[in-house]
């Protein structure tokens, strides 16, 4: 345990709900990247296709809530069994 606003870096060192935020925000940016990756592929013909358009975004978007549902359970589970 440390001071309140002490900073941690790596994602081991973070509790439940520290770990949930940067899912969270981390996810967020994942699919920002991934959304705009499929609005420019029709730019780069190889890159136009079915698999690209549809299907990598719609299973980035399931894993990304997945992990987000799972961590905010363990986030939860963590803060039960502390009271």
């Avoid at 190889?46 to 809530?65: E, Q, R, Y």
């Amino acid at each position: 345990m440390g001071l309140k606003g002490d900073i941690k870096i790596w994602y081991r060192n973070l509790d439940a709900k520290g770990k949930f935020i940067r899912s969270l925000w981390g996810g967020a940016l994942a699919l920002l990247f991934l959304y705009l990756v499929v609005w420019f592929a029709p730019l780069r013909p190889s890159f136009d296709n079915g698999l690209i358009k549809m299907w990598i975004p719609l299973v980035g978007t399931m894993l990304i809530v997945i992990d987000l549902a799972f961590t905010y359970t363990k986030w939860k589970r963590e803060e039960k069994s502390k009271k």
